[in-house]
């Protein structure tokens, strides 16, 4: 077969990756340069770029330099073969002459059915890392590869395969661990995590099972770069449907068992002698796989697996989930946020599970509700809290004291159809009190006096007719920046690593995000000073000052205020205006700003997380005198409404207590 003519193409967010910038900055640069290559296939939404033009191009205007990888050059020509599968197997050769892995049966025939373009590939590579690049560029090429493949090969995110990992580390309680099974590894990543939680062992035996025989050689490939020390076997078989045998019973197993198995078939294993706990039903097969892994531990052997949270309470499992509580094979289950893993709508579920026998089966069953441990990025995105998540299910396995964790009775728990959901399992806020009672009333009582107290300056104010404020001239902010009445300068990213949370010393610069404007968040992320002034000096994150005036880009969620709390940094997403005073007042230029028909008009209004362009904003123009004057209005307006915002929430927390009173039946009339 002869080598193609076609060229290797880009997308817009693939010229993003090369040059390390974001889809934007490519699409400003077509604006921008008329020798910019012309498209050659794709859409006018979704344009696609020859990869020889593209290089050229972004070499000549210095976009990138020679610090950018040959393999990042590698993986669009990887990426344009289109098929998840044949870019597995270009992959999986890549790895195997890297490594000197050998394929073994069924995995020799894909790579032995490699086209002439695809044998291209992988000579490259091989010269890439002749020239000393490094077996790294695997895991470059893998990582790009699961990233845009995530629908076809499930991806464990490494904090979670590291936290799978340290609590069954947790469960052990010290005891050595030599031999670690992944009985459906995929391309092997909990096993990795495995050989970093126990790189000490100098005996650690590291098996995996895999049916897709590209993933299993990818899997060996990833185990001779990442673990070389350590002892690997990989079977490519189906574990479940042929349970192969193992060397031995294991210490531990790590699993991601998928949540469908089409070949799985309860009729013809309904003789196995794996389902000690019960036939799962056809439509049950993670408690098939719950109890494949039972079978495959040592008599103190510990699992951790992650499993859909309807294998909890599906009915159709409650008999086998109501002998695996009285075996005491069940040590508890941990409630993830949504978004920690695949499926990313729903949050999945930890099962820690032990050989039976290892515990009295009287002992009672964890259970941890982490659906919380979120936080907000510096781009303004809810992330999982991998740190918070990771310190709250040590602890609880630790048996510390930990919010949102309960030991409960397994009695208990067979009493109740064996629903093993954790939030059903965990007890609420403590019973509310008459103190909390007279505590909200007196919180609602202050409120309401600033509201009072506010009310009577803004009665005196009487509006204008229409016409008068019709006829004013207006200004855009872009004007006024050229003027040089304020000046414009956005937010940023923070620098991983940089942002902290939790604990925040009294120096520590606090850092607004896009959903922390005014309300604040569950948990302030900081800066330490000094590198928040290095930040600033440097021109990468802008510190505010007093009098400053900070808005949010999104048309959804438009908030102006004027800064109060200075010094803070500013994330993604905000802007910040600084005025100069003689010129115009910050709380007159806030009041105009937060107009809602401001907001309108300087929206693309293209779809819902549209953006704001600031510059379009227009402020009315009036004399200095006058802009202190109605900005002196503007800062009692402000005042009135955050005490209504602070009425408001102490009413509702007003409301919440007496509805638990009653709720519980202990609220009566006073006499």
Known sequence: MAEQDVPVTLTLAGIGRLANVGRAAVSNWRRRHDDFPAPVGGTDSSPQFSLP????????????????????????????????????????????????????????????????????LVREARTLAAEDQGSNGFGLLRHRWLAVQNRQVAALPQPLADTMAALAAALR?????????????????????????????????????????????????????????????????????????????????LCNPPAEAPGWSATELAADSRWRYGLPAQGDPELAWVQHILSALNTTGVAVVLLTPSVASRRSGRRIRASLLRAGAIHGLIALPAGAASPYGVGLHLWLLRAPGSRTPESPVLFVDAADCRHTSSGGQSVVDWDRLRERALAAVRGDAVTRAAQVPRAQLLAEDADLTPTRQLAWEPPATQVDLGRSWAVLDQAMLRVRDGMPSLRSLRALDDVAAAESP?????????????????????????????????????????????????????????????????????????????????????????????????????FRLRTDPEQLDPFYLASCLRLSSNAWRAGSHARASARLNVRRMRVVQRSLMEQRELGQMYRQIAEFREAAAAFGAAAAQVDEVLGALLGDGRLQRGS
């Open 53 to 120: 033009d593209i290089e050229d191009w972004l070499r000549r205007h210095g976009k990138v330099d020679d610090s950018v990888s040959g393999w990042n050059w590698l993986w669009p020509k990887v990426e344009d073969l289109g098929d998840w599968e044949r870019m597995g197997l270009v992959l999986a050769a890549v790895g195997s002459e890297l490594t000197g892995v050998r394929p073994e049966g069924r995995e020799q025939a894909g790579l032995a059915a490699l086209t002439v373009d695809e044998r291209a």
């Open 173 to 253: 309680d010290g005891e050595p661990v030599e031999r670690v099974l992944d009985p459906t590894c995929g391309v092997g990543l909990l096993l990795e995590a495995a050989a970093r939680k126990w790189r000490e062992c100098g005996s650690l035996q590291l098996t995996g099972v895999e049916a897709d025989p590209v993933l299993a050689l990818l899997t060996r490939v990833g185990l001779a770069v990442a673990a070389p020390a350590a002892r690997a076997t990989v079977l490519c078989a189906d574990a479940l449907l042929t349970a192969p045998p193992l060397p031995a019973p294991v210490d531990v197993v």
């Open 474 to 574: 207006r200004v855009t902010v872009a004007e006024l920046e050229r003027l040089g009445a304020l000046t414009v300068t956005p937010g940023a990213p923070l620098p991983p690593g940089e942002l902290r949370r939790g604990f925040r010393p009294a120096d520590a610069i606090e850092v607004l995000l896009l959903r922390h404007p005014r309300h604040g968040q569950e948990e302030v992320p900081w800066l330490d000073s000094g590198e928040a002034a290095r930040l600033d000096s440097a021109g990468l994150v802008p510190l505010t000052a007093f009098g400053d005036i900070i808005v949010s880009s999104y048309a959804a969620e438009h908030e102006v205020l004027v800064e109060m709390h200075a010094p803070r940094a500013l994330g993604a997403g905000l």
